[in-house]
């Protein structure tokens, strides 16, 4: 009967909230107040339980490979989309999938959890799955430390009951698994990871500027990885499943979302155990598009436009490996709202030389000729400094006629260059 | 054959957590445009300090980090400070300018002793001082950078400040202070990096240390108007 009157205020409240355009997270407000119980007990009803996230780069594309795999085997899967405050963002998203019995139609949740709202989350939920991705420095703004993210991400996964996926290539994230196979032994863990050949691409935060900036090659693997990411070619890959190499066509481009669909069939094959077959997930995955503006493709002009979100220096490094700046036209856009983090001295964690051949066209943004001077310290040249985003994307534009082009952006300048470019081409909304 | 200075930068492997990386880079930089060239060595623990160096050069880092170039740092501190006392120019900032002082308290009540070469104590605070800053020096011009430290540090009669905080906290948030200076160290919170965009205090080093290793040094008309533009950028930045 609780779940009755819940679900018909929440309903209510929507419905007043939509009337008035007010935020989507109202009506979750609403609930924690009245209900403070009902999403754990909503979340309690999925057969399957619910798998959670997290880490500091790349939850949303790991998230939707993960919902994509798990939707491509039948299953019924609820997740949240998009992430104002987390609880009241997923009650909101429940509203609209719950009938009035308080029952989804969902098999299993996939929540796309941030460290900043994992305390509060997992105090009131225990994730059946977790999949813990990375712990790079990303957030100092909001936490200052890296080791409190770590901290974070430990806690997340000692609340899980029953499966823990992890890097086993982040030293931070490897540790976390086997402290909880030390300490749950009901728990199993599983560990994604790369093939020797791969490694140098991807330097953790620490080894980020080793002593000389430069990757430190290959650092101890430690353990068999149930997914070992082996090769990666342009919009291809080869990943080794239980021991088996398995090569197919990607829709997702670069090393880092490629990594991401390892982790994520990890997971999945948790998931669905042996009533799923492999070349099924893997054919599956080829069809899996980039998350909204992660290594997203748009047409402008007839050529492909890529708009590549870079928010942390492990990130925007690993971007730069990832594409070719050959035959591309190239424009970088670094805003620092707080969305973005205020400290850009990240910036100076990057090495810029890869786009010193080719140059750069446009320089962009609010924090555009702090970036312009890094690019000179690296020797990169750079046709224009634009502060303002739409005057830039138009000279940019411009300049590039014929051209395919890719656009490097921190969060707050890919929205709203993705707005600018929405007027002038069509943009799919993909999530 | 070019003159050359040698740069020795601190623990990069544990201490680098804000761009630090960015000041070397700007000291070669400039350097480069003065005419003279850089060597950089690397300093981890375990490593041996360079005897014949002539800009030192140090960051930031996480707690692990200073708990493990801690005891390194200490087994090092009589050569830092015969370097010190001899006019070697250096550059420390957030974690190292705190180590450089007398002493560190932790949160947990823990004193880390420091290795004197700055007359300053720090203890660590709850509230982390966070956001853009721009401070007044006199000498080097308006500082502009950012600042993230839970670390409050108090100078001594020793060091004089680096500069009057304008806008942000500074070394504490008492006092309007910034940074602290002894002998030709400097000491400071403000990353961002600090030194490309300050290039007075780039200057300063790399005048320092060519006047000091070879009697002379002629500076060069440096064309700084991308640094301008930064500067401008930066300072209208809300905090
Ligand atoms: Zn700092």
Redesign the interface.
């Known amino acids: 009967m609780r779940d009755f009157f819940t679900v018909l205020i929440g309903k209510t409240v929507r419905a007043l909230a939509k009337l008035r355009g007010g935020g989507s997270a109202f009506p979750g407000l609403v609930i924690e107040k009245v209900d403070p119980g009902f999403l754990a007990r909503a979340l309690d009803r999925l057969p399957l339980g619910v798998v959670v996230v997290s880490g500091t780069n790349g939850k949303t594309t790991t998230s939707k490979i993960v919902v994509e795999l798990l939707e491509s085997t039948g299953l019924r899967v609820f997740t949240n989309s998009t992430g104002s405050n987390f609880s009241r963002g997923v009650i909101a998203a429940l509203l609209q999938r719950v009938n009035l019995k308080g029952e989804t139609d969902a098999d299993i949740a996939v929540l796309e959890l941030d460290e900043a709202h994992a305390m509060y989350f997992i105090a009131q939920v225990k994730p059946k799955y977790t999949l813990l991705l990375n712990v790079l420095?990303d957030q100092?703004?909001r936490f200052?430390?890296?080791?409190t993210t770590a901290k974070f991400l430990s806690n997340i996964a000692m609340a899980t009951t029953d499966t823990l996926v992890v890097n086993r290539e982040d030293p931070l994230v490897r540790a976390i698994g086997e402290k909880v196979l030390a300490e749950h032994s009901s728990v199993r863990v599983k560990q994604f990871g790369l093939s020797e050949n791969l490694l140098k691409m991807f330097p953790s935060d620490?080894e980020?500027?080793?002593?000389?900036?430069s990757p430190l090659g290959s650092r101890p693997s430690a353990g068999d990885a149930d997914v070992i990411l082996t090769e990666v070619g342009l919009q291809s890959a080869t990943f080794e499943v239980a021991g088996a190499p398995y090569t197919t066509d990607l829709k997702l481009e670069g090393v880092y979302n490629t990594f991401n669909a390892a982790a994520a069939l990890v997971l999945v094959r948790q998931v669905c155990g042996s009533e799923v077959e492999t070349p099924a997930l893997i054919d599956a995955l080829s069809y899996v598009k980039p998350a909204f503006g992660r290594g997203e493709r748009i047409e402008l002009d007839g050529l492909p436009l890529e708009l590549v979100l870079v928010k942390n220096p492990a990130g925007f490094r690993l971007a730069l490996e990832s594409f070719e700046p050959e035959g591309f036209a190239t424009m970088i856009a670094i805003n620092?709202n707080s969305a973005d983090g205020?400290?850009?001295?990240?910036?100076?964690?990057v090495s810029f030389e890869s786009l010193a051949t080719f140059g750069v066209d446009t320089v962009t943004g609010?924090?555009?000729?702090?970036m312009?001077?890094?690019l000179?310290?690296d020797g990169v040249a750079f046709r224009a400094?634009i502060?303002p985003l739409d005057t830039a994307l138009n000279e940019f534009r411009a300049h590039s006629q014929g051209l395919p082009r890719r656009i490097y952006c921190t969060y707050t300048a890919m929205l709203e260059l993705r707005k600018l470019i929405a007027k002038q081409t069509k943009v799919e909304n993909v999530w | 054959m070019t003159r050359e200075l040698v740069v020795a930068q601190l623990y990069?492997?544990d201490m680098?957590?804000?761009?630090?990386?960015?000041n070397v880079?700007?000291v070669l930089?400039r350097a480069e445009k003065h005419g003279l060239s850089v060597r950089k060595i690397?300093v981890?623990p375990g490593d041996k300090m360079p005897t014949d160096v002539d800009i030192v050069i140090g960051g930031g880092g996480?707690?692990?980090g200073q708990t493990r170039v801690h005891e390194d740092l200490l087994a090092k501190q009589a050569q830092l400070r015969d370097l010190a006392e001899s006019g070697t120019p250096m550059l420390m900032i957030c974690g190292l300018y705190q180590l450089f002082g007398h002493w560190f308290r932790t949160h947990t009540g823990e004193e880390m002793a420091g290795i004197s070469v700055l007359d300053v104590t720090t203890s660590a605070e709850e509230k982390?001082l966070?956001?853009?800053i721009v401070t007044d020096s006199g000498l080097f011009g308006e500082i502009i950078g950012?600042e993230?430290h839970?670390g409050q540090t108090f100078l001594g009669e020793k060091s004089t400040p680096l500069g009057r905080v304008l806008v942000g906290e500074g070394n504490n948030a008492k006092d309007d202070t910034e940074g602290a200076r002894s002998h030709n160290v400097i000491g400071t919170y403000l990353?961002?990096?600090l030194l490309?965009?300050n290039p007075a205090i780039t200057d300063f080093l790399i005048s320092t240390a060519a006047t000091r290793r070879f009697g002379e040094f002629e500076s060069a008309v440096i064309d700084d108007a991308?640094?301008e533009?930064?500067r401008?950028?930066?300072k209208r930045?809300?905090?």
């Not at chain 1, 205020?342 to 964690?349: T, V």
């Open positions: 420095r100092l703004d200052g430390e890296i080791d620490a980020l500027h080793g002593s000389d900036g620092d205020r400290d850009i001295s990240w910036l100076w964690d609010i924090r555009a000729w702090d312009a001077l890094r000179e310290h400094v502060e | 990069p492997r680098n957590i804000y761009g630090d990386n960015g880079l700007a930089r690397t981890n996480q707690d692990s982390r966070i956001g853009n950012y993230n839970s990353h961002g990096s490309p965009k991308l640094v533009r930064a401008e950028s930066a930045r809300p905090r």
